[in-house]
């Protein structure tokens, strides 16, 4: 017997595609794109379609009973126990920290495993309710550049709607890869691009190849590029004073800035041909110009800096509110669609005293006997994502701390805790879907029950209060409950089982137009380039011209973007995608490569102050002399090397929202070992 069901991919994603489930009665379902949706259009990307019809239903794979810690930190010996022993283990210990040390010294961390609204924030109301501490999740991804077009336009959360597209006679795209991190809204949306493409990235990326035009500026001198844009457009008269009169403060303060910005001096700082800079400025001042600013962009040290330079652009051209302008960074759908988020994490119950602790800074907290001594990991895989792996290893192995990691399946931070709690997949529960990208909510339908014992982040949450004896109804609310109160929010007049059986709702039926009140959420109501907020941040009051230097001492810039075969670091344990995505290798330019003689398929280390580790060379003229390549998401316990690209990201933390600068990351690199021909990348089908 097969049945299809519609569902939606709750995965860390822009694209939010629709999914259609032929639901088996034996055996694994099969997982299709839904031929209904206007993203997937019938088609999943090669990673989920691979992913959710492998790993994903794989019961070898899969957690599927509470674990407890028989033998050493990260040896993964594990006994299976109760979910009752298991809840009754955790609840016991998170008690004595709360009676000895108050609940601030119990710290919980959570990402981007599912993004589903039960599934990613009902868990919080627990930690909210008790006032424990947590690591701030965006500080590993997008904060810094949620600051600083906070402090610019007072909102990072609503941008242009993709279906404005139409009306636009430039996309400029700067600092996103799509063709990774999007591959539906690469293929359909920029592909299909009536007006010009313009790709900022120091890559030669796939969507920079098929752009009309690609500037590849070196890593972190993107503030000083877009003040010689700025200088450009204003020259040529593409500045709309009459917008900047009405809907901007500080202009004057940056005039001298623009005004030096020429592209002579723009080449020299960026790296970028003065002629590239005019054209880029011809094609987006004709307008409108849409502007996609990617969550790579902002990883810089002064990433929130080129966030505040960048979004000049159609801030000065008045290139916002009107059909085919607009910026855009992320949009959080569910609020634009009337959710309340704060609620559903729990923040009506928060009790104070909670710490935040960046990512940048949860190796040398955790590494504190004195701090936390209750770890609880959730929805994330710190030892794969996060930075400064050997010293975040090391802090998982104190024996004083006690720490519990619910996950799908058993990753490297799994292998660390005491307790393992088997989290259910996205095939096994009824949520909420979204894009960040499209407008777009969409309902995840339960396919089947939870693999063994596996249960839904949200369930796991409810047994967990119970035998911590809690009280609190909104701990107790059933998912029914919540999802039509959310439905209610929404009101869209639709049940949770008519969108079921849609599939997807877009917000609107046409096109939004954002902004078109010229409403900002700055104090002053404007768009403020000059910023008291920033002065009181202790940032620069405007944004600053500033370009990084070169790297030094014969180092180079290690940049480590989304892989197409990963989804962050999920499915970096499927089977078919460890064979697609081969051995880990560093791209690198031939004239570093000749420099440093070093040859293909060389194996390498390549080091810094935080780790050292060793890849594979590929040498690659899509990277910029001086900046050398290698795709995140791999698991150390997977690799060969029992390492990633996370053993080089230092914690320096980034200019604004304690977020992270990993594409600041600087690395040495030497031969270890030289390749024997026919060895190496050359066998893996596609390499990475
Ligand atoms: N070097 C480098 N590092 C980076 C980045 C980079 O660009 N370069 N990017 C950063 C970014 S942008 C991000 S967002 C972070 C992401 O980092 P993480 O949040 O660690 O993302 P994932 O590795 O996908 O981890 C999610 C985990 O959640 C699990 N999971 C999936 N569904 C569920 C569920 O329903 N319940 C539970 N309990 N678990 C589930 C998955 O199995 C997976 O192990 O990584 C960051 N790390
Ligand atoms: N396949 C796949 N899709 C994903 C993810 C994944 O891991 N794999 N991760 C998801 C998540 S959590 C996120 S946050 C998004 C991230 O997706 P994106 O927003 O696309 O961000 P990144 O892939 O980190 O980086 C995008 C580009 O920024 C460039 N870049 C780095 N430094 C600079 C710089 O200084 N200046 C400029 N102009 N460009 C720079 C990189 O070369 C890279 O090509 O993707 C999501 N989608
Ligand atoms: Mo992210």
Redesign the pocket.
């Known amino acids: 017997m097969k049945h299809r069901i519609k569902t939606n991919c709750p995965r860390?994603?822009?694209d939010g595609c629709g999914i259609v489930v032929e639901k088996r009665d034996h055996g694994k379902h099969r997982i299709l794109g839904d031929p209904d949706h206007p993203v997937s259009r019938g088609k999943l990307c090669s990673?989920c379609a691979v992913a959710y019809n492998g790993v994903w239903q794989d019961p070898k794979a899969r957690l599927q009973q509470p674990l407890r810690r028989i033998g050493a930190k990260g040896l993964q010996e594990f006994e299976p126990i109760s979910w009752d022993d298991a809840l009754a283990a955790i609840a016991e210990k998170m008690q004595h920290a709360i009676d000895s040390h108050g609940a601030s010294a119990i710290l919980h961390t959570h990402y981007?495993g599912t993004l589903s609204l039960l599934g990613y924030f009902f868990p919080n109301r627990l930690f909210n309710y008790l006032g424990a501490s947590e690591v701030d999740p965006d500080t590993i991804?997008?904060a810094a550049g949620h600051v600083a077009w906070h402090l610019l336009f007072g909102n990072s959360i609503a941008g242009f709607d993709p279906r404005t597209i139409k009306d636009a006679n430039c996309v400029l795209v700067?600092?996103?890869?799509?063709s990774?991190?999007?591959p539906h809204a690469h293929e359909h949306w920029l592909g299909n691009a009536t007006g010009n493409v313009i790709v900022?990235?120091?890559?030669l990326?796939e969507t920079a190849a098929s752009a009309d035009l690609h500037l590849q500026?070196r890593?972190?001198t993107?503030a000083a590029l877009a003040f010689c844009l700025l200088h450009c457009l204003q020259r040529d008269g593409h500045f709309d004073e009459a917008y900047i009169n009405a809907h901007t403060i500080g202009f004057t303060e940056i005039s001298a800035d623009i005004a030096q910005a020429t592209p002579a001096w723009g080449e020299e700082k960026t790296g970028v041909a003065a002629g590239d800079i005019e054209r880029a400025a011809t094609i987006y001042g004709r307008g409108p110009s849409l502007l996609w600013c990617?969550?790579?962009?902002q990883?810089?040290a002064t990433g929130g800096n080129v966030m505040r330079a960048v979004g000049l652009l159609p801030a000065l051209t008045g290139n916002i509110g009107k059909a085919g302008a607009g910026f855009y960074y992320l949009n959080i759908t569910p609020i634009l669609a009337g959710i309340d988020l704060d609620w559903l994490g729990g923040g009506h119950i928060a009790k104070k005293g909670g710490k935040t602790v960046s990512h940048m800074k949860l190796a040398e907290r955790l590494s504190d006997p004195e701090e936390f001594n209750v770890f609880f990991s959730w929805n994330t895989n710190p030892l794969a994502s996060a930075p400064e792996q050997k010293k975040l290893r090391k802090a998982l192995q104190r024996e004083d701390l006690f720490s519990v990691v619910c996950d799908v399946f058993m990753t490297d931070t799994a292998s660390y805790a005491d307790i393992v709690l088997p989290a259910a997949s996205f095939l096994e529960y009824d949520d909420l879907t979204f894009s960040y990208f499209h407008l777009h909510m969409g309902a995840q339908a339960k396919i089947s029950d939870p693999m063994g014992n596996s249960l839904p982040n949200a369930e796991i949450f409810r047994r967990l209060a119970k035998a911590l004896k809690l009280d609190e109804p909104a701990l107790f609310e059933t998912d029914q409950e919540i999802i039509s109160t959310l439905m209610e929010q929404m009101n869209t007049g639709m049940s949770f089982d008519d969108l079921k059986k849609r599939g997807y709702f877009a917000l609107t039926a046409d096109p939004m137009l954002m902004f078109a009140e010229q409403d900002f959420g700055t104090p002053s109501g404007k768009i403020e380039i000059a910023s008291e907020q920033a002065i009181a941040l202790g940032l620069p009051r405007t944004p600053q011209p500033w370009a990084d230097a070169p790297s030094q001492n014969g180092n180079l810039r290690f940049?480590t973007?989304?892989?197409?075969w990963?989804?962050?670091d999920s499915y970096a344990n499927d089977p078919h995608l460890i064979e697609q995505s081969g051995t880990a290798l560093l791209h690198m330019n031939p004239a570093d490569a000749s420099r440093l003689d070093i040859a293909e398929n060389d194996l390498v280390t390549v080091a810094n102050e935080t780790g050292s580790i060793e890849l594979t060379t590929h040498i690659d003229d899509s990277v910029l002399p001086g900046t050398v390549l290698s795709y995140?998401?791999r698991w150390p316990l997977v690799e060969g090397s029992q390492t990633n690209v996370n053993f080089l990201h230092t914690a320096r933390m980034a200019d604004m929202g304690e977020s992270t600068s990993v594409?600041s990351t600087e690395v040495g690199v030497r031969v270890k070992c030289q390749s024997k021909p026919g060895s190496g990348w050359g066998q893996s089908k596609v390499p990475e």
Request: hydrophobic letters at 20%.
């Open positions: 860390d994603c822009y990673k981007s991804c997008n700067w600092g996103a890869n799509p990774h991190s999007a900022v990235d120091p890559i990326t500026p890593p972190g993107d990617g969550q790579g962009l990883r810089q940049l973007p989304a892989s197409k990963r989804l962050n995140k998401g594409h």
